[in-house]
Structures are given as structure tokens and as C-alpha cells.
């Protein structure tokens, strides 16, 4: 079945400092791929997105790109905030059409000092 | 804020007893997802539904059900409760049925089965 790798945590980054968050996938053909953030007691939130190969997603400073051949969706940024301490969440959704079943990794603790 | 609602935000119970969560969606979001948060699996899709249809099953146990009510508001049910049922509950919302909208989180319930 579908699954996603992602980098284990906590990371822990000097204000300024460049961020990547690794993330791999397996899946049957041709999933959309997505980084969400989840802030500390709130719900998750979409970050960004991608839905075909070689596609780049950003927002926020943070970019990822869908790479099929390498099957990854690295999460970078290149000067991270004391507000981007969160936990990063790489997924995937395979089921196609008709449905968002969305397959999450473990996640990923960020935690960045000024 | 996402505008999704879920109710309650904390919830304490014994095992074998039954609960239920509610979830009020986005204004015009037709689709609800539910999904479970636990240290040992992650996030977990559970169920789908689409304007009170059960749209997919994911990783939901027999002892587990839903259901999306005319008003589009959903509950699960939780029943015969288990120490290992002890997780986060989110519930999203999205305007459509397929990955080309995007999903918009609650803060969750917090279960504890003591």
C-alpha cells in the first residue's frame, strides 16, 4: 500500500538557519503530493502542494518538489523563524478520484531558537 | 481558524464505555473526513463522507462508526472503548469530494481511555 518516509525529529535550527525536511513516498501511480504544519494545539493546516511531476510547491518561503524519480517531496526554506516551530507532516493522496485519503508520515518537530 | 468545530475538546472516559464526537464542517464544505492521531500509528485516515453519503473507509475499526447528518455535521461513535483507542481525533472538511480541494482541519478531541 501507499506509504511516506519522512526525516525523524525534533530538528532543532538557529533562527536564519536553511531548513530541509526529507520526504519519500510509495505508491501505485501517480499521487498528488502535499506538506501540511500543525502549530502546537490547533489542527493541521495545508502548507503546500504538488499534483504532478517536477511541479513545485511554496508558500511561506517553504518550497517542495514532486520528483517521481527519485519518489521525494523535500521540505526546504532557506531562513527559518522562531514562528515556523511546528510539526511537519509530508502526505500523499493516491486514492484518486472521489475521494482524499490522505497517507501521512510520522512527522517531523521543528523547533527553531533565536 | 479553520472553521471547522469539533466538540468536545477533551474527553475522559473508562474502558467499554461508548462516545461521541461531533464535528461541524467549513459553511458550504460537503465533505467530511475523520482521522485518528496516536503516538505509536500517526495520522490515520478513518472514513469519508459526502453530503451524508459514506464516501471510503479507511483504517476504522468495527467498533467505530459515523455518520453526516442533513445539516452536514458529522459524529463518530466509539463504542466498547479500549486503553489503545486513547488519540487525537481530527475531523477536515472540503467543498468537493476529491484532492482538487483542499482540506481545512479542527483542533481535534482529545480521548483518553483510562
Known amino acids: 500500500g501507499d506509504s511516506v518516509t519522512q526525516m525523524e525529529g525534533p530538528v532543532t535550527l538557529s533562527e536564519e538557519a536553511f531548513l530541509t525536511i526529507n520526504c519519500t513516498y510509495t505508491?501505485?501511480?501517480?499521487?498528488?503530493l502535499f506538506w501540511y504544519v500543525q502549530y502546537p494545539g490547533e489542527g493541521l493546516q495545508l502548507l503546500l502542494k504538488?499534483?504532478?511531476?517536477?511541479d513545485k510547491g511554496s508558500n511561506k518561503g517553504f518550497e517542495a518538489t514532486y520528483r517521481k524519480e527519485t519518489t521525494s517531496f523535500h521540505l526546504e526554506k532557506g531562513s527559518v523563524q522562531v514562528s515556523d516551530s511546528a510539526v511537519y507532516f509530508c502526505?500523499?493522496?493516491?486514492?484518486?478520484?472521489?475521494?482524499?485519503?490522505?497517507?501521512f508520515g510520522k512527522g517531523t518537530k521543528l523547533s527553531v531558537i533565536p | 481558524d479553520s472553521g471547522v468545530t469539533q466538540t468536545p475538546k477533551h474527553l475522559i472516559t473508562a474502558t467499554g464505555q461508548r462516545v461521541t464526537l461531533r464535528c461541524s464542517p467549513r459553511?458550504?464544505?460537503?465533505?467530511v473526513y475523520w482521522y485518528q492521531q496516536s503516538l505509536d500509528q500517526g495520522l490515520q485516515f478513518l472514513i469519508h463522507?459526502?453530503?451524508?453519503?459514506?464516501?471510503a473507509k479507511g483504517n476504522i475499526l468495527e467498533r467505530f462508526s459515523a455518520q453526516q447528518f442533513p445539516d452536514l455535521h458529522s459524529e463518530l461513535n466509539l463504542s466498547s472503548l479500549e486503553l489503545g483507542d486513547s488519540a487525537l481525533y481530527f475531523c477536515?472538511?472540503?467543498?468537493?469530494?476529491?484532492?482538487?480541494?483542499?482540506?481545512?482541519f479542527g483542533n481535534g478531541t482529545r480521548l483518553t481511555v483510562t
Open positions: 477536515a472538511s472540503s467543498v468537493n469530494s476529491g484532492s482538487g480541494s483542499p482540506l481545512h
Open positions: 505508491a501505485t501511480g501517480y499521487p498528488s
Open positions: 504538488a499534483t504532478k511531476a517536477d
Open positions: 502526505a500523499l493522496d493516491g486514492s484518486g478520484a472521489g475521494s482524499y485519503q490522505l497517507t
Open positions: 459553511s458550504g464544505d460537503l465533505s
Open positions: 463522507y459526502y453530503n451524508g453519503e459514506e464516501r
